[in-house]
């Protein structure tokens, strides 16, 4: 009887261990998504949307969790926590990559593209998808492209031509060639947090920024810069990259179905980026905190002018074939 008891409480212990291992191994996989702009972005919009396409599909085998406005880690943080598995998806500024990458360079030289639509088509040709393996050598895979429009200078006086920006202090990402498109018209060059953008602003520390209508929009920037100049003078995107080994660690079957919804959320994203480059445009005129310097032709040449020679400076490092296939998307 004695041992009766005994082979009895042995199997309710291998039972009770067998379904802590069952529970365990049914634990969904987590994808932390670290971003640093507002939930009302492009951005912000297409992290959640990817989540909810996730849940729809995946529910119970994977999660998604959004860390948006710098929360989790900023955009120089994020892709080294990526790299030690902290975090595993950010979809930083295209500007972010120069330490893994100096191809991603081209997209930050100035008036390359002549609208959105141009971006578009570079992006999705052959050369556009090829730079997404750019970083992997480094432990990182990019997989897709998210806009957020092209971007307009604003600041404490109105720049209509480069000799206005000559002295003027302009906060910029972490890039060699941002820093030498403002030296290129006399302005000086501030590498700084996005996170700190509108306190730099508000307190006079800068004299202006470059951003798209979005995020001048959504971080209020233009409640404290009394002039907005509309350049487009470059592109705004995002790099949607994840860790190598953490992309092809997953099994196939939940890969699949991950690009699937983030090739989905991308797309949603790129439309409201689109409506939202033309809406919040419109909010800022209609909250007359800001003037627009709409600039005519001859103007906006003398910035193409001035700005023009980074593409030369950068011609080496970024790739020669990578430009001319840029300026092709144009037509």
Same mark, same amino acid.
């Given at each position: 009887?004695?041992?009766?008891?005994? &082979?009895?409480?042995?199997?309710?212990?291998?039972?009770?261990?067998?379904?802590?291992?069952?529970?365990?191994?049914?634990?969904?996989?987590?994808?932390?998504?670290?971003?640093?702009?507002?939930?009302?972005?492009?951005?912000?919009?297409?992290?959640?949307?990817?989540?909810?396409?996730?849940?729809?599909?995946?529910?119970?085998?994977?999660?998604?969790?959004?860390?948006?406005?710098?929360?989790?880690?900023?955009?120089?943080?994020?892709?080294?926590?990526?790299?030690?598995?902290?975090?595993?998806?950010?979809?930083?500024?295209?500007?972010?990559?120069?330490?893994?990458?100096?191809? $991603?360079?081209?997209?930050?030289?100035?008036?390359?593209?002549?609208?959105?639509?141009?971006?578009?088509?570079?992006?999705?040709?052959?050369?556009?998808?090829?730079?997404?393996?750019?970083?992997?050598?480094?432990?990182?895979?990019?997989?897709?492209?998210?806009?957020?429009?092209?971007?307009?200078?604003?600041?404490?006086?109105?720049?209509?031509?480069?000799?206005?920006?000559?002295?003027?202090?302009?906060?910029?990402?972490?890039?060699?060639? $941002?820093?030498?498109?403002?030296?290129? &018209?006399?302005?000086?060059?501030?590498?700084?947090?996005?996170?700190? &953008?509108?306190?730099?602003?508000?307190?006079?520390?800068?004299?202006?920024?470059?951003?798209?209508?979005?995020?001048?929009?959504?971080?209020?920037?233009?409640?404290?810069?009394?002039?907005?100049?509309?350049?487009?003078?470059?592109?705004?995107?995002?790099?949607?990259?994840?860790?190598?080994?953490?992309?092809?660690? $997953?099994?196939?079957?939940?890969?699949?179905? $991950?690009?699937?919804?983030?090739?989905?959320?991308?797309?949603?994203?790129?439309?409201?980026?689109?409506?939202?480059?033309?809406?919040?445009?419109?909010?800022?005129?209609?909250?007359?905190?800001?003037?627009?310097?709409?600039?005519?032709?001859?103007?906006?040449?003398?910035?193409?002018?001035?700005?023009?020679?980074?593409?030369?400076?950068?011609?080496?490092?970024?790739?020669?074939?990578?430009?001319?296939?840029? &300026?092709?998307?144009?037509?």
């Amino acid at each position: 009887m004695k041992r009766n008891k005994l &082979v009895l409480v042995s199997l309710l212990i291998a039972v009770a261990f067998a379904a802590s291992v069952t529970i365990a191994s049914a634990a969904p996989i987590v994808i932390k998504f670290s971003h640093v702009v507002a939930e009302n972005t492009p951005k912000g919009q297409m992290a959640n949307k990817f989540a909810e396409l996730v849940d729809r599909d995946l529910s119970g085998k994977v999660k998604v969790e959004v860390f948006p406005n710098s929360q989790l880690f900023g955009d120089n943080k994020v892709l080294e926590a990526m790299i030690l598995g902290d975090v595993q998806l950010a979809a930083p500024s295209l500007s972010k990559f120069k330490k893994y990458t100096k191809s $991603l360079q081209i997209f930050d030289l100035p008036f390359l593209f002549k609208d959105m639509a141009a971006v578009e088509k570079f992006q999705k040709g052959p050369v556009g998808q090829k730079l997404l393996m750019a970083t992997k050598k480094k432990g990182l895979i990019g997989l897709g492209y998210l806009h957020n429009g092209l971007k307009q200078l604003s600041a404490s006086k109105p720049l209509r031509v480069p000799g206005d920006a000559k002295g003027k202090k302009f906060r910029i990402m972490s890039s060699d060639v $941002l820093a030498a498109q403002f030296k290129a &018209v006399g302005a000086m060059p501030l590498k700084k947090p996005f996170s700190e &953008v509108f306190t730099l602003l508000q307190t006079k520390a800068i004299d202006g920024q470059e951003n798209s209508w979005s995020n001048i929009y959504s971080k209020k920037f233009y409640e404290v810069q009394p002039y907005i100049t509309e350049s487009n003078h470059g592109v705004l995107d995002y790099f949607v990259i994840t860790s190598a080994e953490f992309w092809m660690g $997953l099994p196939d079957d939940i890969r699949t179905v $991950l690009k699937k919804d983030l090739d989905e959320a991308i797309a949603f994203g790129n439309k409201v980026a689109a409506e939202k480059a033309i809406g919040d445009r419109q909010k800022i005129i209609d909250s007359k905190r800001s003037t627009i310097i709409e600039l005519t032709p001859a103007e906006r040449q003398q910035w193409v002018d001035a700005m023009k020679p980074v593409w030369k400076q950068f011609e080496d490092q970024i790739g020669k074939e990578y430009i001319e296939a840029a &300026v092709a998307a144009n037509k």
